[in-house]
């Protein structure tokens, strides 16, 4: 377990599609583990794979700091409504900027067993499961912001 250099805006590997995970092999399942770490010594809500430097498809979220939720190989299945809010990246530290997303996502994933299940979520977690999914095609949420990227005190003051 440790704790891995998250990638910042502008290191092209944030911007490279990622593959496909065919086996969690027990370097994966250490690299799942340090991204685990990684998200909560970041107090983060989601970190994907390629922030922390490895091009596959990997994602950990966890919307309230008690619900960690691996996501491998995620595809997105259904999406409906729609939220405009604040979102933030741990690849663009102190910046925030307003972006709409679907306010409900169902998603297919494996787990570390590399069995599928589906996960469902409304506002927050639908919105970090659309976030950090772009993150494995290689895009970023500043390219989606409506209006100006702002500093988050800036933004805190509104
Ligand atoms: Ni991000």
Redesign the pocket.
């Known amino acids: 377990m440790a704790i891995r250099n998250i990638r910042e805006i502008g290191d092209p590997v944030l911007e490279k599609t990622c593959k496909e995970v065919t086996e969690v092999t027990p370097r994966i399942q250490e690299l799942i583990d340090d991204m685990f770490d990684t998200l909560y010594e970041a107090n983060g809500v989601?970190?994907?794979a390629p922030?922390v430097g490895i091009l596959k498809r990997i994602v950990v979220i966890d919307t309230t700091g008690e619900d960690p939720m691996l996501l491998i190989n995620p595809k997105i299945i259904e999406t409906s409504g729609e939220q405009t809010g604040y979102e933030?990246?741990?690849?663009?530290p102190g910046k925030t900027g307003q972006v709409t997303r679907p306010n409900y996502v169902k998603a297919i994933a494996y787990d570390e067993n590399m069995e599928p299940f589906e996960i469902e979520g409304t506002e927050l977690l639908a919105r970090a499961i659309m976030?950090?999914l772009?993150?494995l095609e290689g895009h970023?949420?500043v390219e989606k912001v409506e209006g100006e990227l702002q500093d988050v005190e800036e933004a805190e003051e509104e």
């Open positions: 989601g970190l994907a922030q933030g990246c741990l690849s663009v976030h950090e772009d993150h970023l949420y």
